[in-house]
């Protein structure tokens, strides 16, 4: 099993910047693949981004790409999502996502183990 708890979510105002940590506890967090998605106000959750077990390739829906940076830092078990340049339309509980596997997806099916979430409010 693994527990994810994420942190760092806040009010903003437009054009400032976050970032999101999801520390893991229970198995080693190495080798897997982790993501994050998001639900705004009265939608459903949604990819945000995804990065894999090996750390070498990441992918980003196109609504954040060039905002968004996710890494990870197996060391210390907790994966990041920096948030740049962040819009009204980023406003959303963020999760994040950890898979069996080292590939991961954009699919919510494709992940096993979810946290809490953390509310991000950017104001205009």
């Known amino acids: 099993q693994v527990q994810l708890v994420e942190s760092g979510g806040g009010l903003v105002q437009a054009g400032g910047s976050l970032r999101l940590s999801c520390a893991a506890s229970?198995?080693?967090?190495?080798?897997?693949?982790m993501g994050w998605f998001r639900q705004p106000p009265g939608k459903e959750r949604e990819f945000v981004a995804r990065?894999?077990?090996?750390?070498?390739?990441?992918y980003y829906a196109d609504s954040v790409k060039g905002r968004f940076t996710i890494s990870r830092d197996d060391a210390k078990n907790t994966g990041y999502l920096q948030m740049s340049s962040l819009k009204p339309e980023d406003t959303a509980v963020y999760y994040c996502?950890?898979?069996?596997?080292?590939?991961?997806?954009?699919?919510?099916?494709?992940?096993?183990?979810w946290g809490q979430g953390t509310q991000v409010t950017v104001s205009s």
């Open positions: 229970g198995r080693t967090f190495g080798g897997v693949a």
């Open positions: 990065i894999t077990g090996s750390g070498n390739s990441r």
């Open positions: 996502a950890a898979a069996k596997t080292n590939y991961g997806g954009m699919r919510r099916t494709e992940y096993d183990y």
